[in-house]
């Protein structure tokens, strides 16, 4: 419940401040995928930038969020603004939906207003939310009793890529309905992944997010031995770049401040992806683990760490003030 509490605060604090005719859904037909409206359920950090795309490249959006005034940039950009997860399904024949956890990918799929209770036989479903990989396989199969088709398509690449429109996204369901899936993801990505059947996206997003975590905590740790030893973090991270250390914490999303701009440790460590999330990622594939009886002792030990960083206030901010905390702890 605690994790749950932290996700929504940080969910509400980086939020952006701020009738038409729909076919019916068909997976053989490009014609079908036009530009008739989407739904888009879940409008934070990511998930604005997300349905941006779509209003962009001429997709009528119906949009739902939790807090009414995220939605509020979407329909100055001409969206409309559904009052909640079952009224966009009445209105929409495909939805996609960015959420924080599993629990709210539940409620917001099977709750009292939720998008099942109105779904369209037909609809096509996405989730581009990262949550537990059986979590998406129950969400599929309710779904499909309903005559709809829902499929996981959690995303890589953070902020930036979704804003430029360069995410990543790993998609699982069956072939027919990757093509009809792609032809929404490809406005708000620019690597779209078949990775197999329903459940498989969320596989590959928490195995790609624990080795994240523990490449981030490899880079700050060197960073801050580096630096303590007499090192410029400059230098040392262009010696890095250029040797066999070199990995996306040390090039692309550097966790030291001023070392690279334009990046959450350069503006102190606000907006980016946040440490509760990753907690929460690592979370989910140390349960897989288990379940499926997987050692994995780094991505244990980048869980503990990061639980004690959320707990030493660290929760809303960037996962990259691992290094912030690192540092703080050795001058202790």
């Avoid at 129950?138 to 360069?166: C, H, I, R, W, Y």
């Avoid at 997010?209 to 090192?231: D, H, K, Q, W, Y």
């Avoid at 401040?257 to 440490?275: C, E, L, R």
Wanted: neutral net charge; hydrophobic residues 40%; glycine residues 10%.
């Amino acid at each position: 419940m605690q994790t749950s509490r932290i996700i929504a605060r940080f969910l509400f604090h980086v939020r952006t401040q701020h009738n038409n005719r729909y076919l019916p859904f068909s997976t053989s037909a490009e014609s079908m995928a036009s530009r008739t409206a989407v739904g888009f359920i879940g409008l934070g950090n990511m998930g604005n930038h997300m349905a941006k795309n779509l209003l962009k490249n001429g997709y009528p959006i119906i949009a739902n969020d939790v807090y009414p005034e995220a939605a509020s940039e979407i329909q100055d950009l001409g969206g409309e603004v559904a009052d909640s997860p079952a009224d966009v399904a009445e209105r929409a024949d495909r939805i996609i939906t960015m959420l924080p956890s599993s629990p709210n990918v539940m409620e917001v799929y099977t709750g009292p207003n939720g998008i099942l209770g109105k779904v369209k036989k037909g609809c096509l479903l996405i989730d581009s939310s990262t949550i537990d990989p059986y979590v998406s396989k129950e969400v599929a199969g309710l779904a499909a009793k309903k005559g709809a088709t829902f499929m996981d398509a959690p995303v890589s690449g953070g902020v930036k890529a979704a804003n430029e429109a360069t995410l990543t996204f790993m998609v699982g369901g069956t072939a027919d309905e990757f093509k009809a899936a792609e032809e929404l993801l490809k406005h708000m990505g620019k690597n779209i992944v078949h990775t197999g059947p329903v459940g498989t996206g969320q596989t590959a997003k928490i195995c790609n997010n624990m080795m994240l975590a523990i490449s981030m905590i490899g880079v700050s740790e060197a960073l801050n031995l580096g630096t303590r030893l007499g090192l410029d973090a400059k230098v040392l991270t262009g010696i890095l770049n250029t040797s066999s250390g070199r990995c996306w914490a040390s090039e692309v999303y550097n966790p030291v401040p001023g070392v690279i701009q334009g990046v959450p440790s350069s503006n102190d460590y606000q907006g980016g992806f946040a440490s509760a999330l990753m907690t929460k990622d690592l979370g989910l594939a140390q349960n897989a683990a288990t379940t499926t009886k997987s050692p994995i002792p780094l991505g244990s030990l980048a869980h503990q760490l990061y639980r004690i960083l959320c707990n030493k206030g660290y929760s809303m901010k960037d996962f990259s003030s691992v290094y912030q905390f690192l540092k703080e702890e050795s001058s202790s």
